[in-house]
């Protein structure tokens, strides 16, 4: 598996939606799943935009930069859906929604310097408008997607789409406050939350080989599929009841759950 043994940078697509406005706060903090508005300048957090059912319409992070000002960063393929979206729920809200344009890396090997990123599961941050550092080596897309998977971080498109509760993802504890005030899909994310638990879990699985769309089998019963890839590892969504400790079996190879943290 990819690892990072000194600092690196690596390219990473990305979406900004720009909102701004006297009401900038008050209404981001009424549509996203996070408290926007507890955020400080230069401060950010996950954040879910979601259907009143509680379905992902677009991850994010926010990046507050004033009082009235702040900047989403989003998926790449999601920046005009998440700029529809908002603008369509806007009704009287004195607040300008509109893509930007920026430039952007990761850096990985250090925490400080940009906005904190923890997808790769190695001290990061995003650094928007930059150059990067001329010591730094450059980590290819392959590497960047098994440091991802090996991290057990879901990807809009992959592990995220419109039938994958937060829960499921391993999103609410990421980009959920359920003491900041009502949002789109907050009742179902907190029934959920507060009375039961996800019927499956993102899961990181030990697996020689693998393909996305792969069917995980635990003696006999397709238990899950496979979302994500690379050699050694893979990500999945794993049935509830599966023990930890199975033995599974995925495209005719043995495989393992690897343990979750405490």
């Excluded at 598996?1 to 939606?17: H, I, K, N």
């Excluded at 990123?117 to 150059?131: F, H, I, R, T, W």
């Excluded at 999103?171 to 005030?181: D, H």
């Excluded at 990500?235 to 495209?251: K, M, N, Q, S």
């Amino acid at each position: 598996m990819a690892t990072v043994t000194s600092l690196s940078v690596a390219r990473r697509p990305r979406a900004f939606v720009r909102v701004r406005g006297v009401d900038a706060e008050d209404y981001l903090q009424r549509m996203l799943s996070n408290d926007v508005a507890a955020l400080s300048p230069g401060e950010s957090c996950e954040a879910l935009l979601l259907t009143p059912k509680g379905r992902v319409i677009a991850p994010m992070r926010v990046l507050r930069h004033g009082d009235d000002d702040f900047l989403l960063l989003t998926e790449a393929e999601l920046g005009e859906r998440l700029v529809a979206e908002l603008t369509r729920m806007r009704f009287a809200a004195r607040a300008e929604i509109a893509l930007e344009e920026h430039r952007s890396f990761v850096l990985l090997g250090t925490g400080s310097g940009g906005i904190p990123n923890v997808d790769y599961g190695v001290p990061a941050v995003e650094v928007l408008d930059e150059d990067p550092p001329a010591d730094a080596s450059e980590l290819g897309d392959d590497e960047l997607e098994a440091l991802r998977i090996d991290a057990g971080t879901p990807r809009f498109g992959r592990e995220i789409d419109d039938q994958i509760l937060p829960a499921e993802a391993g999103l609410v504890e990421r980009a959920v406050s359920f003491t900041k005030g009502c949002f789109p899909g907050q009742e179902p994310l907190a029934r959920l939350h507060h009375r039961g638990h996800a019927n499956r879990g993102l899961r990181v699985l030990e697996v020689e080989s693998a393909e996305p769309g792969n069917e995980i089998v635990w003696e006999g019963k397709v238990v899950g599929r496979v979302t994500s890839a690379v050699p050694g590892r893979a990500l999945g969504y794993v049935r509830a009841e599966v023990p930890a400790d199975a033995v599974l079996d995925i495209g005719g190879q043995q495989a393992r759950m690897r343990p979750t943290q405490a």
